[in-house]
């Protein structure tokens, strides 16, 4: 932001909305700003896909798919075609059919398309959830904690409190959500949801194992809380496929958050959410919450730009709706990614018996991210230093934490970068662990 002390002030922040002075507003501008002053640092902070497999040739094929398509399977006539793509458009999206038939070819979960929301991002779907579901100040969300800054933002925006929900060892732990949601409801508060992320957290790398989904939609529906799964990064996985948590709910107890950021494109900025739970309405006609996130929709953004729509839908038609399949490329990219970023941790890092040295990490087996502990607070500070002084940048999780947590770790991103870029960030990085430790 311009702090430039020339210019007089028209405006005093504090008179505008509370989240605009808020640290989690300004935890992204923070780190590109640093980004941007040391833009030779190798950066471990950045999440963006990788880079080497765009091509603008496709965005052309993709559009020209989604036509043929209209015309040859739907009979749409070249000037509904035309008015499709470069009218206003339903506000719920005009790709819901193609979207559930990818959910139910790589994700097993078979939803009507009615329930389905096409949204700008996952980030345009988060906030009309929880803005959806904050109806005074009785409502919180649950989340687990540390949590994506996306979620954090959209909440403060919605003026939604987050309450924490521990992480644990294995995504989240359950009898601390029983007892956070327990302690809401004796404070006079209504825990609306709980927001997690079963496969390849961000920030934690972390995914939930098969019994924990299970149990996990067992405790909310005893606790009769709704889940919402944020879910970008599922598709990179070592192994078998995972369910998710929306596969396995049998009850709509899960609202599915979903992008087409990673396993499309983040330019198209084209998600979605499933939203299938019935809703009573004041009048006593019965609904689906897709409908009432669609309301809100209409007065943020009208609808998703149909010209993005249509290149998804391409890519979806192209694929046959196996986005795993499509990506199998990138896929094997970030895998290789990953296992690079874990053995260099492994070979910089050997185990010690001097806790004061000790340097650890987890092993995510997909994904984007790992978490590596260090022997010193990894803060902003630790952070502007190694960029200016060993040209490698990473994420302080103290980011990610409402709170106090993670003061002592990094997350560290590793699916844009080449592999020499690896390897020499790495180097740098033990340099700025090797300062540390003097
Ligand atoms: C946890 C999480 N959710 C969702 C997304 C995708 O968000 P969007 O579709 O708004 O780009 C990301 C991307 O960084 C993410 O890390």
Request: charged fraction near 20%; hydrophobic fraction near 45%.
């Amino acid at each position: 932001m311009t702090t430039s002390q020339d210019l007089r002030a028209d405006l005093a922040a504090s008179t505008l909305h509370s989240s605009l002075v808020d640290p989690a507003l300004e935890s992204m501008n923070f780190l590109n700003e640093i980004a941007s002053r040391y833009p030779d640092a190798i950066s471990f902070a950045s999440g963006r896909p990788c880079e080497q497999f765009f091509d603008v040739a496709l965005i052309h094929s993709y559009i020209d798919a989604f036509c043929d398509y209209l015309a040859t399977e739907r009979g749409y006539s070249p000037a509904q075609v035309s008015r499709l793509l470069f009218q206003y458009g339903k506000t719920k999206g005009i790709i819901g059919e193609l979207v559930a038939k990818y959910l139910e070819k790589d994700e097993d979960i078979h939803v009507d398309p009615e329930a389905i929301v096409v949204t700008v991002g996952y980030q345009e779907g988060i906030f009309a959830v929880v803005r959806a579901l904050r109806a005074d100040e009785r409502d919180v969300l649950l989340a687990v904690s540390p949590s994506y800054v996306g979620l954090t933002g959209a909440a403060k925006l919605a003026d939604m409190p987050v309450w924490p929900v521990s992480g644990g060892t294995e995504g989240i732990d359950l009898e601390d959500l029983a007892a956070q949601t327990r302690r809401a409801r004796a404070a006079g508060l209504r825990p609306r949801a709980c927001y997690v992320m079963a496969d390849f957290a961000n920030p934690s790398g972390v995914s939930m194992p098969v019994p924990l989904r299970h149990q996990l939609l067992e405790v909310a529906a005893r606790e009769d809380l709704l889940l919402i799964e944020d879910n970008p990064y599922g598709t990179f996985h070592d192994g078998p496929h995972l369910p998710t948590l929306k596969a396995l709910d049998t009850s709509r107890q899960v609202i599915y958050i979903g992008s087409f950021a990673k396993v499309g494109f983040p330019g198209a900025r084209v998600g979605f959410t499933i939203a299938d739970q019935v809703v009573s309405g004041a009048d006593g006609k019965i609904g689906l919450f897709a409908d009432y996130l669609s309301m809100i929709k209409s007065m943020v953004t009208v609808n998703t730009s149909a010209v993005s729509q249509a290149v998804i839908a391409g890519k979806l038609l192209r694929c046959e709706f196996s986005l795993a399949r499509a990506n199998v490329r990138e896929t094997a990219t970030y895998l290789a990614n990953m296992r690079q970023l874990l053995a260099g941790l492994q070979a910089r890092f050997p185990a010690t018996a001097d806790r004061a040295k000790q340097v650890t990490w987890n092993s995510p087996s997909g994904g984007f991210f790992a978490v590596v502990t260090l022997p010193f607070a990894a803060d902003d500070e630790l952070m502007e230093y190694s960029a200016r002084e060993h040209g490698v940048l990473w994420t302080p999780m103290s980011h990610f934490y409402a709170g106090q947590g993670g003061t002592h770790q990094a997350r560290l991103a590793c699916s844009q970068l080449t592999s020499e870029e690896i390897e020499t960030g790495l180097n740098r990085f033990a340099a700025l662990v090797a300062d540390r430790l003097g």
